[in-house]
C-alpha cells in the first residue's frame, strides 16, 4: 500500500499551502489519517489527526489555523495550512490505516513525506 503526499512547498510568513494524502491503487480505503511533520534535530509530532469518520483533533501548535479533513470519494486526506509561520517549515508525512477491501486487512502505511518552508 502506498500513500502519496503532495502538496508542500516555499511560502512566506502568514501563506498558505494545502497538503494531500492519497492512497494509490485500487480497492483500497484510506481509514483514520494523521499527518506529522519533522524538523530539523526534532522528533517527529503529530499535528492533526482526522477518524474514518470525520471527527478531527490538532495540536495545540496549530490549532485555528490547520485544518484536516478527507473526500472519501477520492480517497484523500488534505491538510489545509493557513497563517503559516517559520517554526512550521518541516517535512510534513502523512499516515494512514488503509483498508484493502479484497481480504479485509487494514495496512499502516506512511507517505514520503512533502517539504514545507516558512520563511519570514
Known amino acids: 500500500v502506498q500513500l502519496q503526499a503532495s502538496g508542500g512547498g516555499l511560502v512566506q510568513a502568514g501563506g498558505s499551502l494545502i497538503l494531500s494524502c492519497a492512497a494509490s491503487?485500487?480497492?483500497?480505503?484510506?481509514?483514520?489519517t494523521g499527518w506529522y511533520r519533522q524538523a530539523p534535530n526534532k522528533r517527529r509530532e503529530l499535528v492533526a489527526f482526522?477518524?474514518?469518520?470525520?471527527?478531527?483533533n490538532y495540536a495545540d501548535a496549530v490549532k485555528g489555523r490547520f485544518t484536516i479533513s478527507r473526500d472519501n470519494a477520492k480517497n484523500t486526506v488534505y491538510l489545509q495550512m493557513n497563517s503559516l509561520k517559520p517554526e512550521d517549515t518541516a517535512v510534513y508525512y502523512c499516515?494512514?490505516?488503509?483498508?484493502?477491501?479484497?481480504?479485509?486487512?487494514?495496512?499502516?502505511?506512511w507517505g514520503q513525506g512533502t517539504q514545507v518552508t516558512v520563511s519570514s
Open positions: 491503487g485500487s480497492g483500497l480505503s484510506i481509514k483514520g
Open positions: 499516515n494512514a490505516d488503509v483498508l484493502r477491501d479484497y481480504d479485509d486487512q487494514i495496512i499502516g502505511s
Open positions: 482526522i477518524t474514518s469518520g470525520g471527527t478531527a
